[in-house]
């Protein structure tokens, strides 16, 4: 059981926008740590996407964009790309465990 | 461009110690305030960070492993190691190497990962 709650999967079709939801608690998300989201692709080097909440590293495409409020963030994914069909993962800290904690996943299909 | 690399064997036995190394390419694992970390991914914990070193050797492991981890440095290879002791089926996973990054607020994130191991426990 992750620490910090993200949709199974979701879907969308070519060139639309999709959102995945990262829910944390108090100790972690809500006490103001950031929230840091990363790309899980097929054979390849998982990939930072976002990090503190809403930056993106350089060379990161501007279609990827984070955000947070309260006990929550997410991702957003606009203008869908094939390429994009992978595994999706929060990230943040957690002062009651004193531990980095992850997002169970949420597996993106490109419809 | 970092590039880190995971190595080891990708069979261990219960009740032996798992050792990867993590070489680094295109950076040096000595650059000022750099820390090092693993990380594992299974079936049945997701993303489970497992510890970190700076490059003054000191090390930080996770509450729920800390009796079993051990990393250290190695400055002549630019590389660094895990090695975590009595394991068991439930320690079946990939095991990623990365390097972290600090944003403004002082939280950490991992900015740069290998491409991950596969090691199996079994007998």
């Known amino acids: 059981q992750s620490v910090l709650t993200q949709p199974p999967s979701v879907s969308g079709a070519p060139g639309q926008r999709v959102t995945i939801s990262c829910t944390g608690t108090s100790s972690n998300i809500g006490a103001g740590y950031g929230v840091h989201w990363y790309q899980f692709l097929p054979g390849t080097a998982p990939k930072l996407l976002i990090y503190a909440n809403s930056n993106r590293p350089s060379g990161v495409a501007d279609r990827f964009s984070g955000s947070k409020s309260g006990t929550s963030a997410s991702l957003t994914i606009s203008g869908l790309q094939a390429g994009d069909e992978g595994d999706y993962f929060c990230q943040s800290y957690d002062s009651r465990l004193v531990n980095w904690v992850f997002g169970g996943g949420t597996m993106l299909t490109v419809l | 461009q970092l590039q880190l690399q995971e190595s080891g064997p990708g069979l261990v036995k219960p009740s032996q110690t798992l050792s990867l190394t993590c070489t680094v390419s295109g950076g040096s694992i000595t650059s000022p305030n750099s820390y090092w970390s693993w990380i594992r991914k299974s079936a049945g914990k997701g993303l489970e960070w497992i510890g970190r070193?700076?490059?003054?050797?000191?090390?930080n492991y996770s509450p729920s492993l800390r009796s079993l981890v051990t990393m250290s440095l190695d400055t002549s290879k630019n590389r660094f190691s895990l090695n975590l002791a009595s394991v068991t089926a439930a320690d079946t996973a990939v095991y990623y190497c990365?390097?972290?990054?600090?944003?403004?607020?002082?939280?950490?994130?991992?900015?740069?990962w290998g491409r991950g191991m596969l090691v199996t426990v079994s007998s």
């Open positions: 070193l700076d490059t003054g050797g000191g090390t």
């Open positions: 990365a390097r972290e990054g600090v944003d403004d607020f002082g939280d950490y994130y991992f900015e740069s």
